[in-house]
């Protein structure tokens, strides 16, 4: 009987590095799979709703009533199926082994108003309250994984919104005892939850989490998702009381401070030198039809002059005929890509390199944004498209652009 050779401890190296390198090529293409089925939902979704957007715009007056209820219930049910869609990629995208934490300078004022333009309609909708109470000991200049933190804001403050039904829902930020860490309190009015909900509300085990509440019309992974991400950030996480009164729930996240430079440096970026662009020239890089006829008709709605392009290579042929003030730049085009679109443009030593570049994008992922703003995007929106984002976010571009003289 021949004996089966032991490996050496040079060969046992060798088979473990060629493991770890097999499982991480199968977690890069589960990732890019992950990101491309996203895509493939968002892009349709996105057709749909401005699609029937624009029937509501142009028709909505000489509807019926029944009928004006069948288009709302249409809208209605294509913003629940992208909840879900979202609350499903923003758990793959909170387990990643490859999400790090990323601290950014951020202005405390403008997250307020950030969180205020978002949330505040969804409450005023359904008759609530809604506030943000920040403790003026929290310096007006931190550093923060704003993208982070505004993702467990998102699954936080919706299941309240979504759970509440009247009185109110109150967002809190204190400083603790801990001069580094922030805490987060969402204090809601809703019908609260009992020990067993409470108990199982912030666990690992999906299948618990997804079925503590029947009632709910949500796949359960909100609380998954921001458990996960307060625990990525260095924080914790859990409901400091429970009652007929409505929830608390609390997090705490750290935050680095802010040198005088730093600060002397944002203080002079904040400075509104340009209020209202006008009628802009905005060059709109879409290769899906549905979703370039939607856009277009808000942008010219908006008495904006707009120029197509279906691919990089028309962008680029577009940029050398004639002068734009922006590119609405999708990302996933044939011929050449809006990465590649952006890259090419940035590198050129034409007039056109500074130009303004907006993602406008159904890739969603925290590694996305990060992304885009290293290969040269000044910013980025998401499909399916909010149009006053898209006008807020262009805006808020042209004038930094302009502040900087360029």
Not at 75 to 94: H, P
Request: charged share 25%; proline share 3%.
């Amino acid at each position: 009987m021949t004996m089966k050779k032991t490996p050496s401890y040079e060969e046992l190296a060798q088979m473990h590095t060629a493991l770890l390198e097999k499982r991480k090529a199968e977690r890069i293409a589960i990732r890019e799979l992950i990101g491309n089925i996203g895509h493939e939902i968002r892009t349709p979704l996105n057709g749909m709703l401005g699609y029937s957007n624009i029937i509501k715009d142009q028709l909505g007056p000489l509807l019926t009533q029944k009928h004006t209820g069948y288009l709302n219930h249409i809208i209605d049910a294509g913003n629940r199926l992208m909840d879900r869609v979202s609350d499903l990629f923003e758990y793959y995208d909170a387990t990643s082994e490859e999400l790090v934490p990323y601290f950014q300078h951020l202005l405390r004022q403008d997250l307020k108003k950030e969180w205020m333009a978002k949330y505040l309609p969804r409450a005023s909708a359904k008759g609530l309250l809604f506030d943000i109470r920040i403790d003026p000991e929290i310096p007006s200049h931190l550093k923060l994984d704003g993208g982070k933190v505004s993702r467990i804001l998102g699954q936080l403050l919706g299941n309240s919104l979504k759970f509440t039904q009247k009185g109110s829902v109150i967002l809190e930020i204190q400083l603790p005892q801990n001069p580094l860490l922030l805490l987060f309190k969402v204090i809601d009015t809703g019908k609260g939850l009992s020990v067993d909900e409470r108990d199982h509300l912030f666990q690992h085990d999906v299948t618990a989490v997804s079925s503590y509440n029947k009632e709910s019309d949500g796949c359960g992974l909100g609380a998954a998702v921001a458990m996960t991400l307060v625990r990525l950030l260095g924080g914790e996480i859990w409901v400091e009381h429970t009652s007929e009164k409505g929830t608390c729930v609390c997090f705490t996240t750290p935050f680095q401070a802010v040198t005088q430079e730093e600060e002397k440096d944002a203080a002079l970026a904040t400075l509104d030198t340009v209020s209202d662009s006008g009628a802009l020239n905005i060059l709109l890089a879409e290769d899906d039809e549905m979703n370039q006829k939607t856009v277009y008709y808000f942008l010219r709605k908006l008495n904006h002059i707009v120029a197509l392009a279906k691919n990089g290579r028309e962008v680029l042929e577009l940029l050398e005929a004639r002068s734009f003030d922006v590119i609405l730049m999708d990302i996933k085009m044939p011929v050449m890509t809006g990465v590649e679109t952006t890259m090419h443009i940035r590198r050129s030593s034409n007039a056109y390199k500074d130009i303004p570049i907006i993602a406008m994008t159904a890739y969603a992922r925290i590694e996305d944004s990060q992304m885009f703003k290293k290969v040269g995007m000044d910013d980025h929106v998401i499909k399916p498209l909010d149009f006053k984002i898209v006008m807020d976010k262009i805006q808020k571009v042209l004038n930094r652009k302009e502040r900087e003289g360029i």
